[in-house]
């Protein structure tokens, strides 16, 4: 298995609801990481798990709280958003965390829409 | 200064030229450079890994890195319409389990029949 997967591929909801994604790999990757990518614009980091452990935040309002249960699966929640939230949430894994030129593999998003 | 930057495009080429990719990066601690392929709609695909200075070479595909020049660059060979996408460039850097990939803002690729 060499993907990483993301649910719900779509997804729309009121600024009122909370909703929450996943993502899962099992390719036995001990980073994962969230993105949020506008139209037109490269992926921005969100967040970085390393083994299992929130590493980095890049100051992301506090309505989107990440999880990691366990080394395969990764959730975003996602609670009170904004309509400038609307974007592509792309999910990654790796196999190390880069310094020896290990690659990204990304899910292919959440495509979500804030009403 | 931005951290990564890609020559802005939209960069054109005939189906069979060779289509060439640059990218800068501004931080000298960077260790570990990207190219990614990303159709419109979909997520980023690796399609390069090149960490070492030189010329590495996959298929029609040649990154290539001069860390002296902070200087990365895609060369693709017989481009072929299927090509056509956004490529993006991306630097690792860190240290411990802190690091990062970042993206430059992308170069749309368009080859023509």
């Known amino acids: 298995d060499t993907e990483v997967t993301q649910t719900p591929k779509h997804l729309v909801m009121g600024m009122t609801n909370k909703k929450s994604l996943k993502c899962e790999q099992h390719m036995g990757h001990r980073a994962m990481y969230w993105y949020k990518q506008k139209a037109k614009k490269p992926p921005e980091l969100m967040f970085v798990y390393s083994y299992e452990k929130l590493s980095i935040n890049e100051s992301v309002p506090s309505r989107f709280s990440p999880e990691c249960p366990n080394s395969s699966l990764l959730n975003l929640h996602l609670h009170a958003l904004q309509p400038e939230d609307s974007a592509l949430y792309l999910c990654a894994s790796s196999q190390g965390h880069g310094g020896a030129g290990y690659g990204y593999t990304f899910g292919s998003g959440t495509r979500l829409t804030v009403v | ?113």
């Open chain 2, 1 to 113: 200064q931005k951290e990564v930057e890609q020559n802005s495009g939209p960069l054109s080429v005939p189906e069979g030229a060779i289509a060439s990719l640059n990218c800068t990066y501004s931080d000298r601690v960077s260790q570990s450079f990207f190219w990614y392929r990303q159709y419109s709609g979909k997520s980023p695909e690796l399609i390069m890994s090149i960490y070492s200075n030189g010329d590495k070479e996959d298929g029609r595909f040649t990154a290539q890195l001069n860390k002296a020049s902070q200087y990365v660059s895609l060369l693709i060979r017989d481009s072929q319409p299927s090509d056509s996408a956004t490529y993006l460039c991306a630097v690792n850097k860190g240290g411990g389990s802190n690091y990062k990939l970042t993206f430059g803002k992308g170069t749309l690729l368009t080859v023509n029949p």
